[in-house]
């Protein structure tokens, strides 16, 4: 049986819908199972044959982060710690999710899996913690290594809240919108993701490790925002295109410094896994191909 927790979150509920529909069993938790507590995960696992466990639960707040490390760190950090605990105590395999905020922005090209982590944030900070508990609980336990951690980028979805959602608003709001123009990485919608993480739960080859996925794109947040309020637009949920303006970081400060530069390189989980949208030759750009599923997607949820 496969435990989903986080279960109500974006991607949590998007991995959930998926199995759903592909009437495939699961045991969905939230905040009802504290992750850092151990006794929580121990206690809800007792009497049930979990073979997979996909770790949705995050501390997300990347600004609020600064503020409160330590909560931070106790669901980034210990409850991710937890969680392979009783993976390993379960022989379970273990889907966990991180972050491109490991990384400091200071390269030019795709972050590869083994380049050195950076965090430039309280929030990068715990994420990457989580990543080397897992590690630690892994080579503590030596017949363990049943892990995939997968470090995604600007995260959005139907459910939730995200930056194209919170575009959408603004643009409706307002008469104007400035938006950050300096800082350059990879959207990637939840509902694709969703679909390959299942089909990863079901992939025979066991090639357990650090992985990185998102929709392939280097853009900015101001080139992003331009194309959100286009396709906004087009699908009735824009009322009318207002003025963008770019902006930099410098411009806007924000508690937490962000890398200026996080698009990662996807090659390993295309060759390992054959996730589906990597091994389609397309036309367009996959991240606009999944942009304007997400509005079809959002316009048959309104």
């Known amino acids: 049986m496969i435990w989903i927790i986080g279960s109500t979150g974006m ?67 210990r409850g991710a710690k937890n969680i392979a605990q009783i993976a390993a105590k379960l022989d379970a ?84 919108l400035n ?3 300096d800082q350059i990485g990879s959207p990637t919608y939840c509902a694709p993701l969703a679909q390959n993480i299942v089909h990863l739960l079901h992939t025979t080859p066991q090639k357990f490790g650090i992985y990185h996925y998102s929709d392939q794109a280097a853009i900015s947040w101001f080139n992003f925002a331009v194309e959100i309020q286009k396709l906004g637009v087009e699908f009735g949920l824009i009322k009318k295109e207002i003025p963008i303006r770019p902006i930099s970081a410098e411009e806007y400060p924000m508690p937490a410094t962000r890398p200026p530069y996080s698009v990662m390189d996807n090659g390993n989980i295309q060759r390992n896994f054959g996730f589906r949208d990597f091994l389609k030759e397309r036309k367009k750009e996959i991240w606009r191909e999944n942009l304007r599923q997400f509005f079809v997607d959002f316009s048959e949820s309104s």
């Open 179 to 181: 938006v950050i123009h």
């Open 93 to 176: 395999t273990m889907i966990h999710f991180s972050t491109d905020f490991v990384f400091d922005g200071q390269k030019t090209s795709p972050y590869r899996e083994d380049d050195e982590p950076n965090p430039l944030s309280v929030y990068g900070q715990t994420k990457l913690s989580g990543e080397r508990k897992i590690i630690q609980v892994s080579n503590h336990h030596s017949c363990w290594k049943k892990y995939y951690i997968i470090r995604i980028s600007w995260l959005y979805g139907v459910c939730g809240k995200n930056f194209v959602k919170t575009i959408i608003r603004l643009c409706n709001e307002r008469k104007s």
């Open 11 to 77: 991607l949590g509920k998007q991995i959930c819908m998926e199995l759903r529909r592909l009437k495939i069993p699961y045991y969905g938790t939230d905040r009802e199972v504290d992750i850092t507590r151990s006794e929580a995960l121990e206690k809800f696992s007792e009497g049930k044959s979990v073979r997979q466990i996909v770790n949705c639960a995050a501390y997300t707040d990347v600004d609020r982060a600064e503020e409160e490390p330590e909560y931070a760190e106790q669901i980034n950090g």
